[in-house]
């Protein structure tokens, strides 16, 4: 296929699928927002209908070799061409290896699965999940063998969750996380806890959605194409350079909960804001990579949104809207609680210090499970043992262990470890960062754009065109490393804590 | 075409015309609810692959061949499959003579008449919107010309919109409620006008949506299946029986405005919700046109929700929201200010008396408009002679005169008397249900559930299977008339003027 024509099939490939997309994410979040509960009916078959038309476009004949084209002819496509081939020849590699029939039953299996693990989780009963899991298990070593033979499975799925990385990588990392902290946790666990129990008294949801509001023009969120809705577990869902929705959940007696959930949906929502518009409705469009869009929604949310020099900013302001839950605390009381650290049972609601414990824990579960070391059966019990071991707690019931995460009934293995291989990426992006800017007066100001500024020049508007390896590396002049996120959580932890 | 495999056809066709309507349906919901102001690019970008692929669907030899041979084979095909196969033979002739390259540009100018007519309404500014008004009437009446060559263009729009109705079937309609409505006008005009400034202080929004929800439980919208949003313009949104979205709009000033578009668009959505759970997902799913639509809309919203039993039930729910606002009130003042009517500017904010006054009006403009007897030009000018003789006001500007409804540029001619013509259904078909309920009782008693299967089984259980002129003559036993919807606005505006 000539090049011309090559582009022009990609050109109208990209558009379509971004219609499809752009329906799918759509739909998704209206059932998360406002649709009523009970019409799964209607949308499973119309979602059912749209992935598969998707799944046929994505499997056509003339895009593969348009997109092979442009991949062997690097110098006639141009880089943008060539890069937007490269990262679909990625993915079509992947998708076009499995017949549709095959798709259809999987797509039909996650949609089940979705149901089953909602209903599994509010009655604690695992049992009823396991063959689900058992399945899609199978399923996704199929397919890893379809498109990889001979590789590891759960490689592949590391893989495609995080380009470049592997167990050998995350082995490497989590061992050098894991030896800060182990010992850390341990001393903080023994150490004189603030007491926040004046955050756990009722904060009227009014009053904390005109907080959401202040949070908004505070990370400099742009309302004319981001607005912010509500659903049980906080996302961010973005379509173009020029419309991301973010979400968050009110608690009356939590109020942080939504506060830090607007700070990190609202990194998500900077990053894909600030993409070039001219890589919009295509591949391009979007974050780079799983742990670097998670690097900068945790920048935000902990590096900023957690520091004292923010949390000094937002006390008078959360003091305004809630004078008499507050009365008698100090900045100083408010940045503790902001700050207080102990091993939980939810990884969703776990502080900063822990948070990678609760993603080690899936890993070493998902990796021992695909090298069939441990059964899905043996799952809950892998799970309250690991709990026990690094965290110190018991799990009272799969609820709020084993059947706590939606990840594993969408079918995503392999997807926790760039929770924190993002944090850890933003923690070395971090030190770099103050070598060009006064950060810490920046954030005691609320001068959020010569930060977004800096970020959207070396990450945001690039989009997918850079490779997610390169990150970290082209920014800091080095290889990524575990140490910045291990010395600054053992800093911050020390002082808070008197260690 | 064999039988079975043009019911395959059908089948699959249906469905995937189902998977686009839920797609733009929800794009639609969203944009109008919550999606942030700038973000028009990429959903239009969207829409127009969404709905080019919509007609390639459409298009298709295959479904006309099936289509034909269904409706050839009465026998055969069964009742079922024989009107879907008639209701998608009508559609199918119109859209499928139009070639894809001038659908694309239809749609496109449809997209551009939006936005145009939009930024016109506000800025008065009828200059910019004209030319594309022009454009639309004549793709309007090329596409009829291909559809029904030799056919007069203005009565295939109405016919489009209401099989069966014609220039001379609205002419007759209208010159017998013109007899009523003229001189009735006239009479209220010139008597006294109960004092609603009450009802025009401020009413706290929180409080309005709490009576929103009041409301849903008044007339039985299933939470479960039916769920409540907000937009400029209230509407309903079905694409079930399992699934139906309202909209409302609250305005602090003006308390009965959302009370009023709660109780209409919560009658469509009755309607949607109580269709046959056997159409879903079929042609046969939803309302069987827009004026017995519009007729069970106007129905729940009139000749229950505006009755004196309803505002009584209503009163005290009503008072103690808002005590402060209603103090020294009575039921009797109540019943009065909802139903004050007089010659208004603006059509969906006319009172029950006036309404079709408006209908009247823009029904004589496109008449006029389609025979060539005044020009786009002529539009502003005809419009406002009209509404100094038929209403006696003076229209002050375009914005507030025929700039301000959206189904021009959305180009919709023709579908105005539906508005009308559905009420006046109505009309009879509540004298009927008169003679086997005890109506005002169960009003009074807020009892609706033997309104709501009264009409389930007469109406709404059918969908789309029956025809829309069989609906007054098979529930009445007679042929439709006006002079039930005249009598009843005669009777209820003469005892409420004393007239």
Redesign the interface.
Known sequence: MDITKAKEVLDSFE??R??YF???S??E??AT???????Q???S??????SK?MHELTSSDELWEAVNALCDNEKEAGEIYFRRAELLRRSLADSRVVPTDEYVAYSQLLSQASYVWHKAKLASDWASFEPIVEKLVETQKHFAELAHPGEDPFDVALDKYEEGTSREYYDAYFSELKETLIPLIAKVRAAEQPDDSWLHVPYPI?QQKKLSQILMDAFCLD?????I?ETEHPFTGG??S??V?ITTHYYEDMPLASVYSVIHEGGHANYELHVDPAY??TVLAGGCSMAVHESQSRFWENYVGRSREFTDWLWPRFRELFPEQTAGKTADDFYRCVNKAQPSLIRTEADELTYSMHVIIRYEIEKMLFAGEITVKQLPETWNRLYKEYLGIDVPNDRQGVLQDSHWSGGSFGYFPTYSLGTAYSAQILQTMKKDLDFSALVAADDMKPILDWLTERIYRHGHFIKPGDVVPSICGEPFSAKYYAEYLTDKFSKLYNL
Chains 1, 2 share one sequence.
Request: hydrophobic share 30%; net charge negative; charged share 30%.
């Open positions: 558009r379509e971004y219609a752009y329906a799918m759509t739909i979040l209206d927002t406002v649709a009523p509960p009970e019409t009916e209607g949308r078959i119309a979602l059912g209908i749209l038309r009014e309302r004319n194409h981001c607005a809705g379509t173009s020029k419309d929705r919009d409705y």
